[in-house]
């Protein structure tokens, strides 16, 4: 039953991997929640601390948000599901819950691009991201896009322009439009296409729920599209996701000294596909879906997508700050030599983590090989926990796939 998966979606404190790993042993959510104590210390790959939160069996939640799911129309979606798409079902991490308003494509026969980006684009992103994104899908494809704004309005604007559908996946519920820039694309994307979120409705836009979203953008498509992105940047987390899933990631060139385009640039370097139109993605995939992918018309009379979009009259609302991780200012080497590092606690941490940050150092960069052969920890699980750690504020990637820990570990006593 629903109101199960929904109770294993939101029991507090409990890890993702924990969710996965209780789901494989005992095959169903509720099979979890009629589980005794033992039963539940007896599940591999669980902790004994995120085992015993299973023991909580208060439903309320889970029944207001079944509740909320009906007055909505919005759909539940499980990872048992057939519709569920087998893409994100095999990525690390992948979501237990979806909730789904709109019509859900068959992601695994499209060919899906997430289209990312800068939220404080300049006017030559805005165009970029617009034009691709018409191109996209006047070409056939599928565009997955964050709904932030910039970039990634900019392309579902451009995808709907093209009578294109788009998929949506926003860090909220459903019902919370955010932004504010973005508010009219949450009734014209699940009009042809579909909006998804993996937080229940009425969540708001907390600032880690974005680049957790981000693994769910990747795991949908089968490429990364970064229009405009500067070198420390969420979009540059999307690309880097895309690659450990085995995604193609492509680039869009700018200008050698524009620093939102630093990061694209900095992609095209390490390896990704350079692209100055749509179909210089949708080429490559022509063979893997016959009969779907055609060069698209151009974009007649277009014009730049405005970088802010709001509506004549319309009174400015206050936004959530949704995190934009631009390069910051650089301090002079003795500041920098006393900033206080960030604190973080060993219980808040998995114990690949532990490890990983056990290993590395706050000046000297090591890559990612080194770790491996230092922790003795699979190649797979160490890109994983980088990810949560880089997203957590507490590892800074460097050229190189290279690593240096941000972070003081505090071992409760």
Not at 82 to 95: F, G, T
Not at 343 to 348: C, L
């Amino acid at each position: 039953m629903l109101k199960y998966w929904l109770w294993l979606a939101e029991l507090p404190g409990l890890q993702n991997q924990a969710r996965l790993a209780l789901l494989r042993h005992f095959g169903s959510p509720e099979h979890i929640f009629y589980a005794d104590e033992e039963e539940l210390l007896l599940a591999e790959d669980v902790p004994r601390k995120q085992a015993r939160l299973a023991l909580n069996r208060d439903l309320s939640e889970a029944n207001r948000i079944l509740a909320d799911c009906q007055r909505l129309n919005l759909r539940i979606l499980t990872i048992q599901d057939a519709e569920y798409p087998d893409r994100l079902r095999n990525i690390y991490d992948p979501p237990c819950v979806l909730y789904v308003k709109g019509r859900l494509p068959a992601f695994d026969e499209e060919a899906a691009i997430a289209v990312v980006g800068v939220r404080e684009c300049t006017p030559y992103g805005a165009a970029c991201a617009q034009k691709l994104g018409y191109g996209l899908a006047a070409g056939g494809g599928l565009v997955v896009t964050g709904l932030a704004k910039g970039v990634d309005a900019a392309a579902a604007q451009g995808a709907l322009l093209a009578g294109g559908r788009v998929a949506g996946v926003v860090g909220n519920g459903l019902d919370v439009r955010y932004p504010y820039e973005s508010r009219a694309l949450y009734d014209d994307v699940p009009a042809a296409g579909v909006l998804l979120s993996e937080y229940p409705p009425g969540a708001p836009p907390d600032k880690h729920h974005f680049p957790v979203r981000n693994r769910i953008l990747a795991g949908l498509s089968v490429a990364a599209l970064v229009v405009e992105a500067p070198v420390r940047s969420g979009a540059l987390i999307t690309a880097r996701l895309a690659a450990e899933q085995g995604r193609d990631v492509f680039a869009v060139p700018g200008p050698i000294d524009a620093p939102d385009s630093a990061g694209c640039l900095r992609l095209i370097q390490d390896g990704a596909g350079s692209v100055t139109e749509a179909w210089d993605i949708l080429s490559v995939y022509e063979a893997r879906f016959p009969g779907k992918l055609r060069r698209g018309r151009s974009m007649k009379g277009y014009r730049p997508a405005p970088r802010r979009q709001s509506q004549p009259g319309a009174l400015p609302v206050p936004e959530t700050p949704e995190p934009e991780t631009r390069e910051p200012a650089k301090k002079p080497p003795e500041a920098a030599e006393q900033a206080e590092m960030k604190r973080v606690s060993a219980e808040a941490l998995t114990d690949d983590q532990i490890a990983l940050l056990g290993v590395l150092e706050p000046e000297e960069a090591i890559q990612v090989d080194d770790m491996i052969q230092r922790t003795g920890i699979p190649a797979r699980r160490v890109l994983s926990a980088l990810t949560v750690l880089e997203i957590d504020g507490c590892v800074c990637q460097h050229s190189g796939k290279r690593y240096t820990r941000t972070a003081v570990l505090e071992h409760s006593e």
